[in-house]
């Protein structure tokens, strides 16, 4: 996998980890997008975009890609990031790589004759992604609630990857696990690892119950009626990407405590999250041959 010439473009500590690693296996990598990190690099930064691009077979984005569809998401860069000259600098031959990758964006990939590929549709990335997330979470919760984990009640909203990752960390640690799913079939799952399953429409029952609330659907689940029914020292801590699976501001107003947990694998475990997102790109460049 080694001797390709790479481009790592913005991002968070991950992309900054990822970089070290892909130098690491003997990669030519260029960086560009961390001018004001606040922290020593390893790799030296090229001096403006169209040098780091310039002979790279693929350029490598942040995750996610952008927060509005315009820019791209460069948070130790002082200077906007514009995705349209990354794209209008590729050539044909080059690959983009991101994660959540917009309709938008995509669209405007597909103008400038850029293929891209969002790696958090990946299955494995998804997968391994979960883990951090929720290690991620538990950390939250053990920080800011005031009992432990152990003994207390748990509520983990879908069942998907995290969900599930999550579900038996909880168990492991002693918590009574609750999860809610709207599958038959992922409720007999629920109770065959011995969770309690809860069925989407029946959710309000068990609301009051709970010490901690964990939310991983990207849609609202939790609107006023249901917030009304959580207890106030109730943590309520959301994984899910924009626009959530609460309703903010009734929650605000009801006085329910709810931490938004964006990003948490590059906040808790970048060189982790790093290699899982290395070890997926090898595979991406390995099965387009790039």
Not at 46 to 63: F, H, M, Q, R, T
Not at 187 to 198: D, E, M, R
Not at 241 to 252: E, H, L, N, Q, T
Request: charged fraction near 25%.
């Amino acid at each position: 996998m080694n001797n390709r010439k790479y481009t790592v473009i913005g991002g968070d500590l991950r992309n900054v980890k990822l970089a070290e690693l892909l130098a690491e296996d003997g990669n030519n990598v260029n960086i560009y997008g961390f001018n004001s990190a606040g922290f020593e690099l390893k790799i030296k930064e090229s001096k403006d975009l169209a040098l780091a691009i310039d002979e790279s077979d693929v350029v490598i984005g942040p995750l996610p890609c952008s927060n509005d569809n315009e820019t791209l998401n460069a948070p130790f860069h002082s200077e906007k990031i514009h995705i349209n000259e990354i794209f209008k600098t590729m050539n044909k031959n080059q690959l983009f790589i991101a994660g959540r990758i917009s309709e938008k964006i995509e669209h405007l990939a597909e103008i400038y004759n850029v293929y891209s590929v969002d790696i958090l549709k990946r299955e494995e990335m998804a997968v391994l992604n979960a883990i951090p997330t929720a290690e991620g979470a538990i950390q939250i919760a053990m920080e800011e609630m005031p009992i432990t984990l152990h003994g207390s009640n748990a509520l983990i909203l879908g069942y998907g990857r995290i969900g599930k990752i999550l579900a038996k960390s909880l168990s492991a640690l002693g918590t009574n696990v609750f999860v809610e799913a709207r599958k038959h079939s992922d409720l007999a799952w629920i109770k065959s690892y011995g969770y309690k399953p809860v069925h989407l429409n029946n959710i309000e029952n068990y609301l009051e119950q709970m010490d901690v609330i964990f939310n991983t659907v990207p849609s609202i689940i939790l609107d006023a009626n249901k917030l009304k029914k959580i207890r106030k020292d109730c943590l309520v801590i959301d994984l899910a990407s924009k626009p959530g699976g609460i309703d903010f501001d009734s929650a605000k107003s009801l006085g329910v405590r709810v931490i938004w947990a964006l990003s948490l694998p590059g906040k808790v475990a970048p060189v982790t999250a790093a290699n899982y997102i290395k070890e997926t790109i090898y595979n991406i460049v390995d099965e387009l041959g790039v």
